[in-house]
């Protein structure tokens, strides 16, 4: 069955230094997903993207959070210049369609970023 | 605003029994309801979706309510065994919009 990768599992970094979480959605979908995860806490919608444009953000993405389609199959969350509250775990998620009716989400395993 | 309550406390129960998850959401009226699963450090895992206009949706050994009035999702299943053991997320649609919104999840633990 097709999956969501992402990459890397873990990526430990320094405050203030940028880093890109990658993604490989399912090849046939169309709309992709980030949300995170901090420890012990809820999943937490971030952005979502479909036709080359963010369709809908949260309060949590602000300006030093920006997202990329690159090429024909990756998605790429960047978080420009991290905090220390930004450490969670970050997961991308991808559906066929918008219309949530019919089109439950596929998540990745996730990365935990870890800044330090 | 709007908010989804799922019990934060762990359910314990045997193998065999049939396990209840609660999902209450306040200040919305979604479309849809969906349920997860999700296993320490990995995804979520889509499970049902339920519609507004359906009591009640099934699928092998889960099933699924859905109570407008209550505001009220329950989530059961039966025969649980020790491999459902895992934490249970509700994620309504948020009102105009189609992303799902998650609850904090419900711990569920079957005991052999």
């Known amino acids: 069955e097709p999956e969501v990768t992402q990459t890397p599992s873990h990526q430990v970094t320094q405050m203030g230094q940028e880093v890109i979480l990658r993604c490989v959605p399912i090849?046939?979908?169309?709309?992709f997903y980030w949300y995170r995860q901090i420890l012990g806490q809820k999943v937490e919608f971030l952005v979502s993207?479909?036709?080359?444009?963010?369709?809908?953000k949260s309060e949590i993405f602000d300006d030093q959070f920006s997202v990329e389609r690159p090429d024909g199959s990756n998605f790429t969350l960047k978080i420009r210049s991290t905090k220390l509250e930004d450490s969670a775990m970050y997961f991308c998620?991808?559906?066929?369609?918008?219309?949530?009716?019919?089109?439950?989400?596929?998540f990745g395993n996730g990365t935990r970023l870890t800044v330090t | 605003s709007q908010k989804i309550e799922q019990n934060s406390e762990a359910l314990n129960i045997q193998e065999g029994k049939t396990a209840t998850l609660t999902c209450n959401y306040t200040?919305?009226?979604?479309?849809?309801l969906q349920w997860y699963r999700q296993d320490p450090g990995r995804g979520p895992v889509f499970l049902l979706l339920?519609?507004?206009?359906?009591k009640e949706k099934r699928k092998e050994r889960l099933k699924v309510t859905f109570d407008t009035t209550l505001k009220q999702s329950l989530f059961h299943i039966t025969a649980s065994q020790p491999a459902d053991s895992a934490t249970y997320l509700c994620?309504?649609?948020?009102?105009?919009?189609?992303?799902?919104?998650f609850g904090r999840g419900t711990s569920l633990i079957v005991h052999p």
């Open positions: 998620a991808s559906s066929p369609r918008g219309d949530g009716d019919n089109s439950p989400l596929h």
């Open positions: 090849s046939n979908h169309l709309y």
């Open positions: 993207f479909y036709n080359n444009e963010i369709s809908e």
């Open positions: 200040n919305y009226s979604p479309a849809y």
């Open positions: 339920i519609r507004e206009n359906e």
């Open positions: 994620a309504p649609r948020s009102g105009g919009s189609y992303i799902p919104t």
